[in-house]
């Protein structure tokens, strides 16, 4: 079992800041990927940002303004959100890829229980 732990949501009004945390644990053989994907009042999950093998990927909306980087010691991302938009707010979910290696070695995705972002004035 693999468990996705997410930390440091919470409210701020426009333009602030946040910085959220993930750390994995379990039984993982080597993790492919880690991001971050939000699901707002749409109800659609997007993706936000994710690191792969060295490569950083962001959504258009949040270029310049988040940044995500892994702890890969602890097996840990981290997004740095700054300049914080009310479009921002919704629940930020945890997600990697992560190999199990074996007999039959394979990657599975991972999530974790998301985290609220409220950005209100």
């Known amino acids: 079992q693999v468990q996705l732990v997410e930390s440091g949501g919470g409210s701020v009004q426009p333009g602030g800041s946040l910085r959220l945390s993930c750390t994995a644990s379990?039984?993982?053989?080597?993790?492919?990927?880690m991001g971050w994907y939000r699901q707002g009042t749409e109800n659609e999950r997007e993706l936000v940002a994710s690191s792969t093998a060295g490569t950083d990927n962001y959504a258009d909306s949040v270029k310049g303004r988040f940044t995500i980087s892994r702890d890969y010691a602890k097996k840990m991302v981290h997004l740095q959100m700054n300049n914080l938009k009310p479009d921002d707010t919704g629940v930020y979910y945890c997600?990697?890829?992560?190999?199990?290696?074996?007999?039959?070695?394979?990657?599975?995705?991972?999530w974790g229980q998301g985290i609220q972002v409220t950005v209100s004035s």
């Open positions: 379990g039984n993982i053989g080597s993790i492919y990927s």
């Open positions: 997600h990697s890829a992560i190999v199990h290696w074996g007999e039959l070695s394979h990657r599975d995705d991972y």
